[in-house]
């Protein structure tokens, strides 16, 4: 257990439904960062937060998907109008920023979203 | 971020060592060189990191090249739970940005 946590584990939506994720980080880190894992490929990153301030998107987030960091500490990742490519593990990480030090990425278990 | 290439698998007998190589031919003078790991179904985990001098940690060790553009993951004593995928990542210190994660090295420790 890293200290990030996300929920649900698992999800199974129906194509065109809305589907919502949470992400809890490590209380003190700064920064969280969504990204998305298809089958037999490494992570691709989506998005990532300073604080509560949105900094940069991916290309690969589309109108479809909205990220929030209210208050600076959950995140919200949802997707509209799900899709069957939407399928895969979305996985959330979280880390410390301060000063020169160079603090590692904590990533949660994931959720696994599969559209039917 | 400067790329990456790694071998797509390997295998690795329990208790010995696994060396796994990465080449990162165009990597940047401020760019250090990252490992992380996923085991089945988990997130990514850090494994370690450096720009130049060999760096050991308790999970592995570090090696990279004099000239930098290549460097290799041990890990001393494989075991069983060490079967995961491997990914080697360039980045600068202290960058904001997201990881770049490739493809990995699948790493099977067989009994």
């Known amino acids: 257990d890293t200290g990030v946590s996300q929920d649900p584990r698992h999800k199974i939506t129906k194509r065109g439904q809305n589907v919502t994720f949470r992400c809890d980080p490590i209380?003190?880190?700064?920064?969280l960062y969504w990204y998305r894992q298809t089958l037999g490929q490494g992570p691709e990153f989506l998005t990532y937060?300073?604080?509560?301030?949105?900094?940069?998107k991916s290309r690969l987030l589309s109108d479809r998907f909205s990220a929030e960091r209210p208050k600076g500490s959950f995140s919200t990742l949802e997707i509209q109008r799900t899709e069957q490519g939407d399928s895969a593990m979305y996985l959330c990480?979280?880390?410390?920023?301060?000063?020169?030090?160079?603090?590692?990425?904590?990533f949660g278990p994931g959720t696994r979203l599969t559209v039917t | 971020d400067a790329k990456t290439t790694q071998p797509p698998s390997m295998d690795c007998a329990e208790g010995r060592a696994a060396n796994l190589p990465c080449n990162h031919s165009?990597?940047?003078?401020?760019?250090?060189v990252y490992w992380y790991r996923q085991i089945h179904s988990q997130g990514p985990q850090y494994i370690i990191h450096?720009?130049?001098n060999n760096e050991t940690n308790e999970m592995a060790s570090l090696i990279i090249t004099e000239d930098r553009k290549s460097s290799t993951l041990i890990l001393p004593h494989a075991t069983l739970r060490d079967t995961a995928v491997y990914y080697c990542?360039?980045?600068?210190?202290?960058?904001?940005?997201?990881?770049?994660f490739g493809k990995g090295t699948s790493l099977l420790v067989t009994p």
């Open positions: 990480a979280s880390r410390l920023t301060a000063g020169t030090e160079d603090y590692e990425q904590y």
């Open positions: 165009t990597i940047s003078g401020n760019e250090y």
């Open positions: 450096g720009l130049k």
């Open positions: 937060f300073q604080n509560e301030a949105q900094l940069e």
């Open positions: 209380s003190e880190h700064n920064r």
């Open positions: 990542i360039v980045r600068e210190l202290n960058s904001g940005y997201a990881l770049n």
